[in-house]
């Protein structure tokens, strides 16, 4: 077990619907990670926001926001969802020291759209 | 950007025999360098990684070697064993809490 929770674990939609993945991170990480995992593209970061204040930005639709929360807790959503959204999504979360800045990974959201 | 390329895709070993796995990567930049072990159902575990300060690093039957001239590291596996099929990942990353650079990943599969 990671410490990273993440609900919910499954989650079947239709396309043109929004959904809110949620994500906490471990105990004392300030840094929180999103990627999405497919076939195709493998793991792709998103985004990351370090202690409510986004950090970096990667690969993220413009259909895709995410917010980090004063109790660190984070979460991606995802509007107007296509096919090609269906996916695995993981959060990560780690601390910015040297000693403090691996990623931890949670268990993961996977999402369908039909 | 960053670009990660591992290979190979899949590997089948025999149990106690040895696995190697190698990437290679785009950006000097890249000073960090994780290896990730994913299981069926669950999110990426790091198993070890390397800094660009360090040639190599072991873990028991783990161990990473980083050429950081040649821009390649590889994950080396010992005595491997049934519980070690798995996909592993092999990332890179700017410095400390940037985000990874993941490779396509390997699909280890050690038979008994």
């Known amino acids: 077990d990671s410490g990273v929770t993440q609900t919910p674990k499954h989650l079947i939609t239709a396309t043109g619907q929004r959904v809110t993945l949620r994500c906490s991170p471990r105990?004392?990480?300030?840094?929180v990670y999103w990627y999405q995992q497919s076939l195709d593209q493998g793991l792709q970061f998103l985004i990351q926001?370090?202690?409510?204040?986004?950090?970096a930005k990667g690969n993220i639709l413009e259909r895709f926001s995410a917010q980090q929360f004063p109790d660190l807790h984070s979460e991606l959503n995802l509007s107007s969802l296509e096919l090609g959204d269906s996916a695995l999504y993981f959060c990560?979360?780690?601390?910015?020291?040297?000693?403090?800045?691996?990623?931890?990974f949670g268990p993961g959201t996977r999402l369908t759209v039909l | 950007g960053e670009n990660v390329e591992q290979h190979p895709s899949t590997l089948s070993v025999q149990e106690g025999d040895s696995a190697v796995i190698k990437c290679t990567y785009s950006?000097?930049?890249?000073?960090?360098f994780p290896w990730y072990k994913q299981e069926l159902g669950k999110g990426p575990q790091l198993i070890i990684d390397?800094?660009?300060?360090?040639g190599e690093k072991k873990d028991q039957r783990i161990a990473v070697t980083l050429n950081k001239t040649a821009k390649h590291f590889s994950l080396h596996i010992t005595e491997t064993q049934p519980e070690d099929s798995a996909v592993y990942f092999c990332?890179?990353?700017?410095?400390?809490?940037?985000?990874?650079?993941f490779g396509k990943g390997t699909s280890l599969l050690v038979t008994p």
């Open positions: 990332a890179a990353s700017k410095d400390s809490g940037y985000a990874l650079n």
């Open positions: 390397i800094r660009s300060n360090v």
């Open positions: 105990s004392g990480d300030l840094s």
């Open positions: 950006d000097s930049a890249s000073n960090y």
């Open positions: 926001y370090y202690n409510g204040e986004e950090r």
């Open positions: 990560a979360s780690s601390g910015l020291g040297v000693a403090t800045d691996t990623q931890y």
